[in-house]
């Protein structure tokens, strides 16, 4: 089962699928159709990048998985505030 994940992480799909959320997120955010501090824009951060960091561990892209990581915490993180956020 993991060399089946493995593999599947290889392959140059997952890193189009990825590449398309970040993009997807950032082209609706500069239209106004999504905004940078709201769930759906950081899923789809979080999603692409987080795929795109287990792509370049994988392929041992070290720079590109540091920026992936990076992005993937910071939209992490603003999950984390928007959940704060709401409980208070």
């Given at each position: 089962m993991s060399d089946t994940l493995v593999e599947l992480a290889h392959n140059e799909l997952v890193?189009?699928?990825g590449m398309i959320m970040i993009l997807s997120a950032f082209f609706?955010?500069?239209?106004?159709?999504?905004n940078s501090k709201e769930?759906?824009?950081l899923i789809l951060m979080a999603l692409?990048?987080?795929l795109l960091?287990?792509?370049a561990y994988l392929i041992d892209e070290w720079a590109f998985f540091?920026?992936?990581v990076a992005w993937f915490a910071?939209?992490?993180?603003g999950m984390w505030s928007l959940r704060t956020?709401?409980?208070e």
């Open positions: 890193a189009y699928l609706l955010e500069t239209r106004g159709v999504l769930l759906p824009y692409g990048s987080g960091a287990v792509r540091i920026l992936e910071a939209a992490a993180l956020a709401l409980k």
